[in-house]
């Protein structure tokens, strides 16, 4: 038994970060079959635990704590955790985290080149130490983006700094420990770029939005063994030269020219007006490399181009080993799909998305420093020919742990798998963005909203989504309670549904899934300012806070196929409907959260407002025998999710009456396709769920997956049949919302649904189906990790493993089993049975003739073959009749087909077409 994993606001040993709350949370490895007896933790303000300032101890909650204390700046805290299991072994660990400046006023200035150039600055100081150095930290920010370096040596591992965010209300301070890089002689270099301050950013493609000046601030803070400090500050003292990067942008790429004549320019640096007020301890978890992605091929194109394929499209940097003559300039270009053998990247709109390199002639490593891309292939010019090209990828995002893995044995659903997980790594660099390759690339809270919950079994979100809520607040309170549709906001309103519903339910998404109560109780203001600004907007235009969410601007059902025309950006359900139930849920979870905080006062309030206009609603859009008035996927799907019907029963039938009518076609969008599979699954209609997620063709998830994706596109048809890419604009090959399809994997194909926020009790409920053969998922939550994983055994049991981590408890439900669902505590679980239902056979006399004919044509063939009749009729059937099933079909007097030739029928399934 060994305690892992300790995350202080699910950062492991943070330095520098704002610690409002203070959370800690750990998890037990190697203890299955044990159950936790005690915990207890000690706070210290030194390594050997001399100084104790706090200490708590009995049923402590590994998922967080919060650790109440006075913190002072520039600190180390350790925290040593100890947990005793009931039989009496006992675990130990320590870690660490170390505070910021906190309110501390500066000694250092904010400072730039006295001359502003487009080429970039580096600032720089030498400096002498004459004592031996205890330890070093560097409190460091610079706009629009820095890259620091110590004696030559860059420091920190994160790229992109000081990220992203709205820098009128709040610029991040980073903290790094320079201990091991300094020397007696020394130099401090700060290196400046454009990034979203200064660069070209937003929808309007401004520049300089933020500030229009390079500048830094930083105090290196050098302790020495005697006990005295010293401060290298930024100040007048500095200088200034140029670097070799001409320019950068986030949208447009980077240009680095080593040929430059820069003379050995030392020149002076001014003051920048900017305020040290804004000058905040960081939120943002790290961002940096994370993975080398390899060349795949190297293309020639039938245009004659030099294409490189890294097979995989992703987010980061090119990086290449350059050994080129002086003045040899090599030009990169970067796309996401070839059309017709050739490079293409008509979809990143005014993105030029370019990286130039102008060699001086030595041999060096080479990669961007100010801008990043989006892309599976780059096209290259001037690329010496007698060069190999040794080029390598370099996947960046946000610092997160992978807590969530999915195998299965269909290899088309692994590849959607990872197509979702490589959507989120593409699109979490410091915020979500909708994508991460043309001229947008900005933190869409829609997006966000419907991908949360998905995210949160890849990956341990924490951190990442607290920075991006924090950036939700702080443009909420510009907004006087609305949530802008993306941000940084820059001026836009917001206000719509579902978009600024992520105010609600993100914070639900992290309960969910970590389930502590004091983080979620940090973004109560910002759930209830929301649902507050909603309601008064409503009040304002109808005289009541409970009337439907009518007028206004909304965004509806984005992108879904059941449009007026094929081509319109949204779909036919009713708006008002769309943003009346998602208000109706976030005046639910708000009531919930305000519970919980113990607050009932609110909670009366907002559960009182939720009950009012459920009841507003179903007297508009539900009849007095329970029928939905909005006829649509999504809306069906909407009620259902939210429970706003009189009778569930009726809206099923009602639901799948629609999907018949749509040929089981999908055609949700943004609003119904992320929970579609889910709500099926909850409404127990898990094998059509199966039917839409295994849907090859067009629309469906792997219908990409077939046409070569390795990441979730923004439509459905975001690539035609044919290869070419659909000439729509706003047309993205890296967008995860579609992606969130994944959450049902993880929750019904797999199986592993929390009980009780946090995991600390699950429910593992897996739902084989022949078509995978096998899956298995493991899931690090809050509480610990569990397993789930099936088996179809050729001899047509079912085998079925679970794992319940340490201290946590479970509720396995055997899939077509007899028996009750079974409770149990830590341990691991194995059973093998004869399941109630024949999970061998593919198809029945149930089993739509058209999923048959598309994945078993010789199988289909066979049917026909069985009577003339099926043939003939066949001959003449349309995609509807197709759409029935040969029992549907004998039903009907005019197909010719009898009960005989259906049991024929069976008979040729049963014989053929088992695993």
Not at 75 to 99: L, N
Not at 131 to 136: P, R, S, T
Not at 238 to 260: C, F, H, P, Q, V
Request: charged share 25%; glycine share 8%; with cysteine.
């Amino acid at each position: 038994m060994e305690i892992t994993d300790i995350k202080f606001n699910g950062i492991v040993e943070p330095i520098g970060y704002h610690f409002e709350p203070l959370i800690v949370s750990w998890a037990v490895d190697n203890g299955l079959g044990k159950m936790q007896k005690e915990a207890s933790l000690q706070v210290a303000a030194d390594h050997e635990f001399k100084e104790i300032v706090l200490e708590k101890n009995g049923d402590l909650n590994s998922s967080g704590e919060t650790l109440t204390l006075q913190l002072k700046p520039r600190t180390r805290y350790y925290v040593q955790i100890r947990v005793t299991a009931e039989d009496g072994e006992t675990a130990e660990s320590t870690s660490f985290f170390e505070t910021g400046k906190l309110d501390e006023a500066w000694d250092a200035e904010w400072i730039g080149p006295k001359v502003q150039e487009e080429i970039h600055p580096i600032l720089f100081k030498d400096f002498e130490l004459s004592q031996q150095v205890k330890e070093a930290r560097l409190y460091i920010s610079g706009v629009g983006l820095y890259e620091a370096s110590l004696n030559g040596k860059k420091i920190g591992n994160d790229v992109l700094a000081p990220f992203v965010n709205n820098y009128d209300a709040f610029i991040q301070i980073q903290t790094y420990d320079v201990t091991d890089q300094l020397k007696q002689s020394n130099q401090l270099a700060i290196m400046l770029g454009n990034g979203w301050y200064k660069g070209r950013f937003g929808l309007s493609g401004e520049n300089a939005y933020f500030g229009d000046k390079f500048a830094a601030i930083a105090e290196l803070v050098v302790r020495y063994e005697n006990g005295t400090e010293e401060r290298i500050v930024t100040d007048l003292s500095w200088k200034a030269t140029l670097s070799d990067i001409t320019n950068s942008g986030i949208y447009d790429g980077e240009t680095i020219d080593r040929t430059l004549d820069k003379s050995g320019r030392s020149d002076e640096v001014a003051i920048v007006g900017i305020s040290k007020e804004k000058l905040k301890d960081r939120v943002s978890p790290g961002l940096s490399i994370h993975e080398v992605v390899p060349l795949k091929e190297v293309i020639k194109t039938p245009n004659g181009e030099t294409v490189l394929d890294f097979g995989q499209n992703f987010a980061g940097w090119l990086a290449f080993d350059a050994d080129f003559p002086a003045g040899t300039e090599v030009h990169f270009e970067f796309g996401e799909i070839l059309q017709q053998g050739n490079f293409y990247n008509e979809n990143y709109g005014t993105a030029t998305a370019g990286f130039r390199y102008i060699s001086n002639g030595t041999a060096e490593t080479v990669h961007p420093h100010f801008t990043y891309f989006g892309f599976r292939y780059v096209r290259v010019t001037g690329w010496p020919a007698d060069k190999h090209i040794i080029v390598r990828g370099l996947a960046i995002y946000s610092d997160m742990t992978r807590t969530g893995i999915i195998e299965t044995g269909n290899a088309k659903v692994n590849q959607l798998y990872s197509n979702s997980l490589w959507g989120l790594k593409s699109n979490f660099l410091d915020m979500p963005t909708d994508c991460p390759q043309r001229a947008e690339r900005l933190g869409w809270t829609g997006d966000a909203q419907v991908f949360a919950p998905t995210a949160s079994y890849h990956m341990d979100t924490r951190a990442f989504y607290r920075k991006y809520l924090i950036d939700m607040r702080t443009e909420q309170e510009k907004l006087s309670g609305s949530i802008p549709n993306y941000m940084p906001a820059m001026a836009t309103q917001g206000g719509a549904a579902v978009w600024g519903d992520a105010a609600t339910f993100i914070p639900k998404a992290l309960w969910t899934a970590y389930g502590n109560k004091e983080e979620v109780g940090q973004y109560y203001p910002l759930m209830k300012d929301w649902v507050d600004w909603t309601g008064s907007k409503i009040e304002k235009a109808h005289g009541s806070k409970t009337e439907l969410n009518a007028g206004g601007f909304q965004f509806g059902d984005w992108l879904a196929l059941d449009g007026a025309t094929p081509s319109s950006f949204k779909g036919s359900t009713d708006d008002t409907f769309i943003a009346s139930a998602y208000y109706y849920e976030s005046l639910c979870i708000v009531a919930d959260v305000a519970a919980l905080m113990g607050n009932e006062s609110d909670a009366t309030y907002y559960r009182g407002l939720s009950e009012q206009l459920r009841e507003r609603i179903l007297f508009e859009y539900v009849t007095p025998s329970g029928r939905l008035s909005i006829d649509t996927q999504s809306g069906y799907i909407i009620a259902l999710n939210f429970k706003l019907f009189r009778e569930r029963e009726v809206v099923i039938e009602q639901l799948k009456t629609r999907l018949k009518k749509d040929l089981y076609k999908i055609k949700s969008g943004f609003v119904g396709t992320p929970i579609f599979c889910q709500v099926l699954s909850e409404n127990g209609m898990v094998d059509l769920a199966y039917e839409f997620l295994l849907n090859e063709g067009f629309p469906g998830w792997l219908y990409a997956v077939n046409l070569g994706a390795t990441t979730i596109w923004e439509r459905w048809n975001s690539v035609m049949p044919d290869g070419i890419m659909n000439p729509a604009g706003m047309n993205s090959l890296n967008h995860y919302s579609y992606g969130s399809v994944i959450e049902f994997v993880y929750k019904y194909v797999v199986g592993i649904q929390p009980l009780e926020a946090g995991f600390r009790t699950a429910r593992l409920a897996p739902n084989p189906n022949v078509k995978l053969g096998y899956a298995r998922g493991s899931y690090q939550s809050a509480a610990g990790k569990f397993v789930s994983e099936w088996k179809i055994l050729n001899n047509g049991e079912l085998s079925c493993y679970f794992e319940v981590p340490f201290g946590a408890q479970a509720e396995i439900v055997l899939p077509y089993s007899d028996r009750e669902s079974i409770k149990v505590a830590s341990g691991i679980y194995e059973y093998t049975y004869r399941p109630t239902k024949d999970l061998s056979v593919l198809y029945d006399s149930d089993t739509r003739l058209s999923i048959i004919k598309n994945e078993n044509k010789e199988l289909f063939e066979e049917i026909l073959g069985i009577h003339e009749r099926i043939r003939g009729f066949m001959a003449f059937a349309d995609e509807e009749q197709l759409n029935l099933s040969l029992n549907q079909l004998s039903q009907l007097f005019y197909t010719g087909i009898t009960a005989e030739m259906v049991a024929e029928a069976d008979r040729l399934f049963k014989k053929s077409n088992r695993i």
